[in-house]
C-alpha cells in the first residue's frame, strides 16, 4: 500500500514511491527518467512496483507531458492529482502576484524545505529563513522569512541553458564540457566555472539581502539535477543538498490533502 510521489521538470521525470503519504514516510523506491522516454514507464521502471494507491505531482513541464505521464499512471488504479500554488497552504504564505503562476516546483521544494525547518527546530525556538535553491533545467532562488512567508524569487537559466545560449550566438565557444575552476585557464573551465559563478552569485546576493530583510542569517537548501555542481563553489556557506526535498514538500501536501494511504 503505497504513494507515488512525481517531479516532472522541464529534462526529466523524478518519481518516488512512499510507505504512506505523510511526512517522514519511507522512500521504498525511487528513480529519474529524461523526458524522452516517459512513454515506455508504465513497461519499464515501473512495471514491476507494488500497485500505489494514491499519487501527488508537480509539472512544469506542459499539458501535453503530464497527459503523456497520465497515460502510464493507468498501469494503476488510482487518480492522478497534480499541485497547483496556493496563496496559502502547506504552511507557506505565497506573496506571487498571482499564486498560482508560480512554478509548483519551486511552491512544493519550498513546503518541503519549511517542513525540514519546522522539524529541526525545537518548540519555542523561531525557525530560521531560509533560501531554497532548485538546479534543474532553470535555476530558482527563492526566499522563505521566519514566519513561512514567500517573499519572491529569482529565475535563471541552468547550465545546459546558459551553455546552449554561448554556444548559438559565438563562433568558438563549440568545446566539451569543463570543470568548475576558481582561475580557468581554458575555454570548457571558463564556461562551467561562468555558469557555477553566475548561479553562485545569484544565491549570495538572495542570501545577503534576506539576512538584511530578517535580520538572521537564512538557511540554504539546495536540490535539483545539478545541484551538486554547485556545492562544490558554495563551500564556505552552509548548503544543505536535499535530493528529495520536492518528494518531502509533496509528502506534506497529500498529508494536508488526506490522501489516506494504509500502512
Ligand atoms: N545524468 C545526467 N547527466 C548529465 N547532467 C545531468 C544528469 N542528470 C541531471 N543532470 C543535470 O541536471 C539538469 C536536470 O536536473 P533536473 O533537476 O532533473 O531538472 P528539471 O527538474 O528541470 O527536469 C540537467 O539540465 C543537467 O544539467
Ligand atoms: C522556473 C521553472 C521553468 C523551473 O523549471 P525546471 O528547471 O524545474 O524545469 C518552472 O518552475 C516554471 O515554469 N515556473 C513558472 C513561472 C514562475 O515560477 O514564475
Ligand atoms: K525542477
Known amino acids: 500500500m503505497s504513494f507515488l510521489a512525481l ?18 514516510a519511507t522512500l521504498l523506491a525511487h528513480g529519474a527518467v529524461f523526458l524522452e ?10 512495471a514491476d512496483l507494488p500497485a500505489p494507491v494514491a499519487m501527488l505531482g508537480c509539472v512544469v513541464a506542459g499539458d501535453a507531458v503530464r497527459r503523456r505521464v497520465e497515460e502510464q499512471l493507468e498501469l494503476w488504479d488510482l487518480t492522478p492529482q497534480w ?8 504552511g507557506i504564505i505565497n506573496r506571487y502576484e498571482h499564486p498560482s503562476r508560480l512554478g509548483s ?6 513546503v518541503g524545505a519549511r517542513a525540514r525547518l519546522q522539524a529541526a527546530t525545537p518548540e519555542g525556538q523561531p525557525v ?23 517573499l519572491g524569487g529569482l529565475i535563471l537559466p541552468g547550465f545546459g541553458l546558459m551553455l546552449k545560449a554561448l554556444e548559438s550566438g559565438t563562433a568558438g565557444l563549440r568545446v566539451p564540457t569543463g570543470e568548475v575552476q576558481d582561475f580557468p585557464t581554458n575555454t570548457s573551465d571558463a564556461l562551467m566555472s561562468g555558469g557555477a559563478s553566475a ?9 545577503r539581502q534576506l539576512t538584511l530583510r530578517c535580520g538572521v542569517a537564512p538557511r540554504i537548501l539546495m536540490s535539483g539535477g545539478a545541484a551538486v555542481k554547485l556545492a562544490q563553489i558554495l563551500h564556505d556557506r552552509e548548503i ?17 490533502r488526506s490522501l489516506a494511504v494504509p500502512i
Open 199 to 207: 548561479i553562485a552569485g545569484a544565491v549570495e546576493r538572495m542570501h
Open 37 to 46: 522516454t516517459i512513454d515506455q514507464l508504465a513497461d519499464s521502471d515501473w
Open 7 to 24: 517531479d516532472i521538470g522541464n529534462t526529466r521525470l523524478k518519481w518516488g514511491l512512499y510507505d504512506a503519504a505523510a511526512p517522514g
Open 105 to 110: 516546483d519551486r511552491w512544493v521544494a519550498m
Open 240 to 256: 544543505e543538498v536535499v535530493d528529495t526535498l520536492v518528494f518531502e514538500g509533496l509528502l506534506r501536501l497529500a498529508r494536508e
Open 128 to 150: 530560521p529563513p531560509a533560501v531554497v535553491v532548485m538546479v534543474g533545467t532553470a535555476v530558482t532562488v527563492d526566499a522563505l522569512d521566519p514566519s513561512g512567508c514567500f
Open 83 to 90: 499541485v497547483v500554488p496556493q496563496a496559502t497552504g502547506g
